[in-house]
């Protein structure tokens, strides 16, 4: 069973707008939930991790995402999007009922307009 | 503080070959995972290392084997090489606290072509 899943293959917004990538997942346990970015011919760049605590966490480069547990919710946001911010992005989780496996997503293609 | 290396950066190997790819973990970290992204997808969990022995593994066959040494490097071997394992393969290191939590901290990944 997919553990984490990204519903967009694609995201298109313009520049100034706000922007969200949906992350939806499903665990065992409790959600260790992750975000990160790539970069052409780059590694992957972590943005932010939800935990435990508030469910709305805050990470790199104005980034946002809000845990949603009843919907099993991880979406990406931010509030005014970027030239600079058009990459792939994924998200993850670790399941610790599964191994302690690391799942990724297949992965979102931001493309800010200018 | 020095980040995740990895080598060599590309490699192209012939079907039925072994490969070893390399990687030091970041100052400090001695949690090692290695992932193998194919074109267009999302990285695929191989396994983790901590503390020099295998403590998680992905639904990847046995041909797939790795090693962490004392100073928290490591290297993956992949044996009888297939076309399919044509992908960039990153390896990811992770500080010792509760590293279920942790951030993974990637490397650049070393992309391997087999033909």
């Known amino acids: 069973a997919q553990s984490v899943a990204q519903p967009e293959d694609q995201v298109n917004v313009a520049e100034g707008n706000p922007l969200t990538v949906k992350c939806t997942y499903s665990v065992s346990g409790n959600p260790y939930l992750f975000w990160y970015v790539q970069y052409p011919n780059r590694g992957l760049q972590f943005l932010l991790k939800?935990?435990?605590?508030?469910?709305l966490v805050k990470g790199s480069y104005g980034f946002e995402a809000e845990f949603n547990k009843s919907q099993t919710s991880f979406h990406l946001k931010k509030p005014s999007a970027l030239v600079s911010d058009s990459a792939l992005y994924f998200c993850?989780?670790?399941?610790?009922?599964?191994?302690?496996?690391?799942?990724f997503g297949t992965g979102t293609s931001l493309t800010v307009i200018p | 503080e020095t980040g995740v290396t990895q080598s060599p950066t590309h490699l192209i190997k012939t079907r039925g070959q072994q490969v070893t790819l390399r990687c030091s973990s970041q100052s400090g970290h001695n949690t090692v995972s290695w992932y193998q992204q194919a074109l267009g997808q999302g990285p695929q969990f191989i396994f983790q290392y901590y503390r020099e022995e295998e403590n998680g593994r992905g639904n990847f066959p046995p041909r797939f084997s790795g090693l962490q040494f004392p100073n928290y490097s490591s290297e993956l071997n992949v044996n009888a090489l297939e076309l399919d394992d044509s992908a960039l393969y990153l390896c990811?290191?992770?500080?010792?606290?509760?590293?279920?939590?942790?951030?993974?901290?990637f490397g650049p990944g070393t992309r391997l072509l087999v033909l």
């Open positions: 993850a989780v670790r399941d610790r009922g599964a191994g302690n496996q690391f799942y």
């Open positions: 990811a290191s992770s500080p010792q606290t509760s590293w279920f939590q942790e951030t993974q901290y």
């Open positions: 939800y935990i435990t605590g508030d469910n």
